[in-house]
Nanobody, 124 residues
């Protein structure tokens, strides 16, 4: 079992930046692919970014490519999501997730463990 705790959400103006963090409870963190997803009110949860267990592969949703950056620090059991040039369409609850599949998937169903989410609100 892996427990994931997100932090760093908040209210920001359009054009601003936030950095989300996700701390994992297990020292085997380095063996998991880590992903970020988001869910806006009335919408399905959608893929944002993922990083492979080795850190060698990263993938982004088209809507965030060039603005968001995923990174991980295995020594701290933490994955980050740096979000720049935020716009109101980025408003959502952001979730981090861990996958044992090691395929750097963009699918919700590929992830075994989920955090509780952190709210990001971007005002216009």
């Amino acid at each position: 079992q892996v427990q994931l705790v997100e932090s760093g959400g908040g209210l920001v103006q359009a054009g601003g930046s936030l950095r989300l963090s996700c701390a994992a409870s297990r020292r085997t963190f380095s063996s998991y692919d880590m992903g970020w997803f988001r869910q806006a009110p009335g919408k399905e949860r959608e893929f944002v970014a993922t990083m492979s267990w080795s850190g060698g592969s990263t993938y982004y949703a088209e809507s965030v490519k060039g603005r968001f950056t995923i990174s991980r620090d295995n020594a701290k059991n933490t994955v980050y999501l740096q979000m720049n040039s935020l716009n109101p369409e980025d408003t959502a609850v952001y979730y981090c997730a861990a996958s044992t599949l090691r395929v750097a998937s963009d699918r919700v169903g590929s992830y075994d463990y989920w955090g509780q989410g952190t709210q990001v609100t971007v005002s216009s």
